[in-house]
């Protein structure tokens, strides 16, 4: 079973940054296909970020196209968390961000049903 706890959420005015955290246990960090997704009220939980960490040591990352050179994703697989650097955000970026992950490879990574372990969330808020 795998456990996952995010932080670093908060409240920033447009232009700001943030880094969110996300800290799993429960299964070899490296053998995790992990993704950010983020849901809006009223909107569908979409994906944000994607990592996927191949079995010869390849690390392949994902990221959706609105937020593309302005957020950063890195892991630090010593500490088995991952970093979600969010720069420049706009209030769009507003949602509650999740941390996602799932043992089994394949599947699209922003498509949310093909991970099935989820953080409980972490708020984020982007005044103008």
């Known amino acids: 079973q795998v456990q996952l706890v995010e932080s670093g959420g908060g409240s920033v005015q447009t232009g700001g940054s943030l880094t969110l955290s996300c800290a799993a246990s429960?299964?070899?960090?490296?053998?995790?296909?992990m993704g950010w997704f983020r849901q809006a009220p009223g909107k569908e939980r979409e994906g944000v970020v994607g990592?996927?960490?191949?079995?010869?040591?390849?690390?392949?990352?994902f990221y959706a196209d609105s937020v593309k050179g302005r957020f950063t994703v890195s892991q630090d697989v010593a500490k088995r968390t991952l970093y979600l650097q969010m720069n420049s955000l706009k209030p769009e970026d507003t949602a509650m961000y999740y941390c996602?992950?799932?043992?089994?490879?394949?599947?699209?990574?922003?498509?949310?049903?093909?991970?099935?372990?989820w953080g409980q969330g972490t708020q984020v808020t982007v005044s103008s």
């Open positions: 429960g299964y070899t960090y490296s053998s995790l296909r």
């Open positions: 990592v996927y960490s191949a079995a010869s040591g390849g690390i392949s990352k």
């Open positions: 996602a992950a799932d043992p089994t490879p394949g599947g699209r990574w922003y498509e949310a049903n093909v991970y099935r372990f």
